[in-house]
């Protein structure tokens, strides 16, 4: 089963700190990766595409790791801000589909606080 | 930001109701999609367009329905709300050059009393 898991599902930090968030998959075949941020009440916002052949990706102070082999990706995040609270999103997008399909994982609630 | 809009932002409504949730794109994507979220929750696809004249049912069964005779437009309309369809509805759309990117629209909170 085709299946996209977050950890940790919430986490709290303290502004100016960093933080990784994981992502494991098990969708196949696989075609790429993404992270997404989405404030409350509003709709994802992309912030990294990794395809099978991209093992890092950097926006900003967003950093996104793929590891294809062992189907883990991470995004880390530097000197946190307040603006960073939000969920990330992890999706994972097979391939072989006209439509491009895409599984969603159930997000890391991220709260950053002064 | 995207280029994507959806109104209502916010719909508190009786049981029994017909409403329409509306969503555009000024950026001429031919794909568009529908998806439903709760909180806490991942988000689920429940409808998806090609282009004109073309709709399809996604992964999570809806008692919705959706119409695309304008490309930029995509509606979703519940012909009797019931408290289960209390969720957040998600429009999104992207380009006929590939699936990677996805611009969603600030979404639809739905509350059926």
């Known amino acids: 089963k085709n299946q996209v898991e977050q950890s940790p599902q919430s986490l709290i930090i303290l502004e100016g700190k960093n933080c990784t968030l994981q992502?494991?998959?098990?969708?196949?075949?696989?075609?790429?990766l993404r992270w997404y941020k989405q404030d409350t009440g509003r709709g994802p916002v992309s912030l990294t595409i990794m395809t099978f052949s991209e093992n890092t990706k950097s926006n900003g102070r967003y950093t996104a790791t793929l590891d294809a082999d062992t189907k883990q990706s991470s995004l880390h995040i530097t000197a946190s801000q307040l603006s960073d609270s939000a969920s990330y999103i992890c999706v994972v997008s097979d391939r072989g589909s006209t439509l491009g399909r895409l599984y969603f994982g159930r997000g890391t609630q991220l709260t950053v606080w002064p | 930001e995207a280029d994507i809009y959806q109104t209502p932002r916010y719909l508190v409504i009786g049981t029994g109701k017909k409403i329409t949730l509306e969503c555009s794109q000024t950026?001429?994507?031919?794909?568009m999609y529908w998806y439903q979220q709760d909180p806490g929750m991942e988000l689920h696809l429940i409808h998806y367009s090609y282009g004109v004249n073309s709709t399809e049912k996604g992964d999570l069964s809806s008692e919705s329905t959706v119409s695309r005779i304008r490309t930029e437009h995509f509606p979703l309309t519940l012909e009797s709300a019931r408290p289960s369809h209390t969720s957040q509805y998600l429009c999104a759309s992207s380009s006929e050059q590939g699936a990677y990117e996805q611009y969603f629209g600030p979404g639809t909170r739905l509350t059926v009393t």
């Open positions: 950026m001429g994507h031919d794909k």
């Open positions: 992502c494991n998959y098990t969708v196949s075949p696989f075609s790429n």
